[in-house]
């Protein structure tokens, strides 16, 4: 894996007075952030030693950017790198079965062009949606700390910042996500109110014109069992599609 040159610089994501960064290059610089020893370990020792089913397969190994246009009216957000899928293939919820789940729903509201997610160059293409993770690495055992979660934030703030010409409405998967969505979005300038919603499948939050939604994230614990159903994850879209002005 290729470090970054500048591993302090690759962190920060505002660049300073003067230089304007767009989405394409905030994505370049998530990509090269190494700002979490752990988890830079563990990404890159799962990207080494692979998973025997994709023995053949270059895996990506760093942070994986959103995905989707940059002109997004709706944007999900949802802790996303799996060690095999996202850290394998370098793109949101792709290669795993809750991106499976995932994008099938955003397909079936037509919100997404195909229905699977597999790799980087598949052809798959959001339409009016970006997805995004509050923390960009994939964490052992599923479990970022904290501290990642917070060190990590500066990104989610940036990438909301750029969203918000055109950003109306928020699907926040977890309660994990809608505790790093809060303070991000606070940060970005939305005004958050307090004491901060309680996460709830369901829950909708009216931000300054932002509405934020919460849904149960789509992991494997919470299909499998029937906690998140695929009706309920596509009432949740579509409702949070027509809020943001999306045929």
Not at 90 to 113: E, K, N, P
Not at 201 to 230: E, M
Request: glycine fraction near 10%; charged fraction near 25%; charge should be positive.
């Amino acid at each position: 894996m290729d470090a970054p040159r500048d591993p302090d610089a690759a962190h920060d994501p505002d660049p300073g007075p003067g230089r304007a960064v767009g989405l394409a290059e905030l994505d370049r610089r998530v990509e090269g952030c190494r700002a979490c020893p752990r988890l830079v370990a563990w990404r890159e020792e799962v990207a080494r030693t692979k998973r025997a089913a994709f023995a053949d397969w270059t895996y990506w190994g760093r942070p994986v950017p959103g995905f989707g246009p940059s002109d997004a009216r709706l944007l999900i957000v949802g802790l996303a790198p799996a060690a095999h899928g996202g850290n394998r293939t370098g793109r949101m919820f792709t290669g795993d079965r809750s991106g499976d789940v995932l994008y099938q729903a955003l397909y079936d509201v037509g919100l997404a062009s195909q229905p699977t997610s597999v790799a980087a160059d598949d052809g798959l293409e959001l339409y009016g949606v970006r997805v995004t993770a509050p923390v960009h690495c994939a964490p052992p055992d599923n479990k970022p700390t904290p501290g990642e979660r917070d060190t990590c934030r500066p990104w989610l703030v940036q990438e909301l910042r750029l969203l918000r010409p055109t950003l109306r409405a928020v699907v926040v998967l977890g309660a994990f996500g809608w505790q790093a969505a809060l303070p991000a979005l606070a940060e970005a300038g939305w005004t958050v109110p307090r004491p901060r919603p309680a996460f709830a499948h369901g829950a909708r939050v009216s931000l300054d014109g932002l509405a934020l939604f919460g849904c149960f994230h789509v992991s494997q614990r919470n299909t499998f069992t029937g906690r998140l159903t695929p009706e309920m994850l596509r009432d949740v879209l579509r409702t949070a599609a027509e809020r943001a002005g999306l045929p």
